[in-house]
């Protein structure tokens, strides 16, 4: 959990997940539900505590003027002392009176709110009026901002943009440090790292910002046909070969095809290390993390976020209880985080919805926070998709050449070459994956087994060798359909362009 920090309250009012509202707490005062508790008979408690709060500081709220904010979780009903604890939680009334009084910003993540009578933040004449006239307006047109910022509020980012993790070497913490200096979250990628490399990125990171996230491969297994797997590593000998000249590697040291690995990416120990040490924000791609999982990061202190590609998975993973969705359409870099890759085949892109139509399906089917991702380039996008219903923008392929990632020389090449298209294919990993068309998908797009991670630890090799050879026709060159927008220069400039004058 991030470390405490107190704030003070003209009026706080706390709800539980889905908006109720759970107390309203306001100078001599204290009203408190648990959640799950029944009101008293007769009793809406919503509408008591905006009445309460309408007396006390003479606004006049609606209910939907009311943000949902986070889960309650310690009990607080009957101190003396007026001293709630609590955590993640958003606060709205305080927020603003703060903000106007010159007083604190208010805090992303809530360890502990300690009351402090309204007298002594100003004289109360000045501050009703202040309150009534001033900020009632304020707050409704922070409405609409604030549904943005459920999440990325909390985490105390400020720009609508998220770097977005990206496993084999483009996520860097150089790069999640440089979102965060801009403002904007990054996530550092566990995929394919040890959880001890993961713990020193995580150090690495915790040195200059807590604000950072954390990505997981789920466990999601897609095993390989063993009979689809030999015939592939038949298929790949030639290629394989390829390198030894280009390398000058001898006989007895020429790329090797492996046997068939399976694992689940070290899930256990990885999630293990996040409960241990969790970092503000924990996403999954590639499955539904398990609910028990979801649950220990959570009361560890962490946020969590589901990929999800369709509206199934987004129920699916708002029931399981995380805290936020990213939707993720084909037309994002890298590996696709659908559940079902066994369902793909190489004409479905052009059956898939596209991201703004399936934001705004996932938009009708779940309140949850949602952050979009799928091919996003340019500024105007990222306005779009906020106005489609997304709290942010999840941008990968734009970042790829900026000097803070740690992109394969040879791929960040291939990016300026624009002659080229992108594709969808199982070719490198045995998962559906968006990368620039070169040799090597032209070659074995067709024929390529599904089966994840075994196809990825059999091309490994000979896409290692690619690299040190710095042959991109050999390389898994992800992309994103947006790629063409990705450009030198740093991090943070990156990320600020494409927020245009938005801000959380
Ligand atoms: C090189 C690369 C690696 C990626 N690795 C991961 C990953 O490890 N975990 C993940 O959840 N998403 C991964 N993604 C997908 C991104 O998180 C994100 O959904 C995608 O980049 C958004 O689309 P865009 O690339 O068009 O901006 C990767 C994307 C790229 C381009």
Same mark, same amino acid.
């Given at each position: 959990?991030?470390?405490?920090?107190?704030?003070?309250?003209?009026?706080?009012?706390?709800?539980?997940?889905?908006?109720?509202?759970?107390?309203?707490?306001?100078?001599?005062?204290?009203?408190?539900?648990?959640?799950?508790?029944? #009101?008293?008979?007769?009793?809406? =408690? /919503? &509408?008591?505590?905006?009445?309460?709060?309408? !007396?006390? %500081?003479?606004?006049? *709220?609606?209910?939907?003027?009311?943000?949902?904010?986070?889960?309650?979780?310690?009990?607080?009903?009957?101190?003396?002392?007026?001293?709630?604890?609590?955590?993640?939680?958003?606060?709205?009334?305080?927020?603003?009176?703060?903000?106007?009084?010159?007083?604190?910003?208010?805090?992303?993540?809530?360890?502990?709110?300690?009351?402090? #009578?309204?007298?002594?933040?100003? =004289? /109360? &004449?000045?501050?009703?009026?202040?309150?009534? !006239?001033? %900020?009632?307006?304020? *707050?409704?047109?922070?409405?609409?901002?604030?549904?943005?910022?459920?999440?990325?509020?909390?985490?105390?980012?400020?720009?609508?943009?998220?770097?977005?993790?990206?496993?084999?070497?483009?996520?860097?913490?150089?790069?999640?440090?440089?979102?965060?200096?801009?403002?904007?979250?990054?996530?550092?990628?566990?995929?394919?790292?040890? #959880?001890?490399?993961?713990?020193?990125?995580?150090?690495?990171?915790?040195?200059?910002?807590?604000?950072?996230?954390?990505?997981?491969?789920?466990?999601?297994?897609?095993?390989?046909?063993?009979?689809?797997f030999t015939s592939y590593a038949e298929?790949?000998?030639?290629?394989?070969?390829?390198?030894?000249?280009?390398?000058?590697?001898?006989?007895?040291?020429?790329?090797?095809?492996?046997?068939?690995?399976?694992?689940?990416?070290?899930?256990?120990?990885?999630?293990?290390?996040?409960?241990?040490?969790?970092?503000?924000?924990?996403?999954?791609?590639?499955?539904?993390?398990?609910?028990?999982?979801?649950?220990?990061?959570?009361?560890?202190?962490?946020?969590?976020?589901?990929?999800?590609?369709?509206?199934?998975?987004?129920?699916?993973?708002?029931?399981?209880?995380?805290?936020?969705?990213?939707?993720?359409?084909?037309?994002?870099?890298?590996?696709?985080?659908?559940?079902?890759?066994?369902?793909?085949?190489?004409?479905?892109?052009s059956t898939q919805p596209g991201l703004?139509?399936?934001?705004?399906?996932?938009?009708?089917?779940?309140?949850?926070?949602?952050?979009?991702?799928?091919?996003?380039?340019?500024?105007?996008?990222?306005?779009?998709?906020?106005?489609?219903?997304?709290?942010?923008?999840?941008?990968?392929?734009?970042?790829?050449?900026?000097?803070?990632?740690?992109?394969?020389?040879?791929?960040?090449?291939a990016l300026t070459q624009l002659h080229?298209?992108?594709?969808?294919?199982?070719?490198?990993?045995?998962?559906?994956?968006?990368?620039?068309?070169?040799?090597?998908?032209?070659?074995?797009?067709?024929?390529?087994?599904?089966?994840?991670?075994?196809?990825?630890?059999?091309?490994?090799?000979?896409?290692?060798?690619?690299?040190?050879?710095?042959?991109?026709?050999?390389?898994?060159?992800?992309?994103?359909?947006?790629?063409?927008?990705?450009?030198?220069?740093?991090?943070?400039?990156?990320?600020?362009?494409?927020?245009?004058?938005?801000?959380?």
């Amino acid at each position: 959990m991030s470390e405490s920090k107190i704030i003070r309250v003209a009026a706080l009012v706390l709800s539980d997940s889905e908006g109720r509202v759970l107390t309203v707490r306001k100078q001599g005062t204290s009203r408190f539900m648990q959640p799950g508790g029944k #009101p008293e008979p007769g009793e809406n =408690p /919503a &509408e008591t505590a905006l009445r309460e709060v309408h !007396e006390e %500081v003479g606004l006049q *709220l609606q209910p939907e003027q009311l943000i949902p904010m986070g889960e309650f979780s310690a009990p607080a009903a009957n101190e003396p002392d007026h001293t709630v604890v609590c955590h993640n939680f958003r606060v709205t009334f305080d927020a603003v009176a703060d903000d106007l009084l010159g007083q604190l910003r208010p805090a992303a993540e809530i360890a502990e709110i300690r009351w402090i #009578p309204l007298e002594q933040l100003r =004289p /109360a &004449e000045d501050v009703a009026p202040l309150l009534s !006239e001033q %900020v009632a307006p304020w *707050l409704r047109a922070e409405r609409s901002r604030a549904a943005r910022q459920q999440l990325l509020g909390q985490l105390g980012a400020q720009l609508p943009v998220v770097a977005a993790p990206m496993a084999g070497g483009p996520s860097t913490p150089e790069l999640v440090i440089a979102a965060a200096q801009a403002g904007a979250l990054g996530f550092l990628a566990a995929g394919y790292r040890s #959880p001890e490399q993961l713990a020193q990125q995580i150090q690495a990171v915790r040195q200059q910002t807590s604000l950072f996230g954390v990505n997981l491969f789920a466990p999601h297994p897609v095993p390989v046909d063993r009979e689809e797997f030999t015939s592939y590593a038949e298929q790949l000998t030639d290629w394989a070969q390829r390198y030894e000249s280009l390398t000058g590697t001898e006989e007895d040291d020429q790329v090797k095809l492996p046997e068939p690995r399976e694992d689940d990416d070290a899930w256990a120990a990885k999630v293990q290390l996040l409960v241990e040490n969790p970092p503000p924000v924990v996403s999954f791609t590639f499955g539904l993390a398990p609910a028990q999982d979801i649950r220990r990061l959570q009361q560890a202190g962490a946020l969590t976020v589901q990929t999800v590609t369709s509206v199934d998975e987004a129920l699916a993973a708002t029931e399981a209880g995380v805290d936020g969705l990213i939707v993720q359409s084909h037309e994002a870099g890298g590996h696709s985080g659908t559940w079902s890759p066994q369902e793909w085949s190489p004409q479905m892109p052009s059956t898939q919805p596209g991201l703004f139509q399936l934001l705004s399906q996932v938009r009708a089917a779940t309140d949850l926070p949602l952050w979009g991702a799928g091919g996003i380039g340019t500024a105007e996008q990222v306005k779009d998709l906020l106005h489609t219903g997304a709290e942010a923008a999840v941008v990968g392929t734009v970042l790829l050449r900026s000097d803070e990632s740690g992109t394969q020389p040879a791929h960040q090449q291939a990016l300026t070459q624009l002659h080229r298209e992108t594709v969808v294919t199982t070719a490198f990993s045995g998962r559906p994956a968006r990368a620039l068309v070169n040799d090597f998908t032209e070659r074995f797009t067709a024929s390529a087994p599904l089966g994840f991670p075994a196809v990825h630890y059999l091309t490994s090799p000979m896409r290692q060798a690619a690299a040190a050879a710095g042959d991109p026709e050999g390389l898994n060159l992800w992309a994103g359909t947006g790629w063409r927008h990705a450009r030198p220069g740093p991090a943070a400039e990156i990320l600020r362009d494409l927020s245009g004058q938005l801000s959380l």
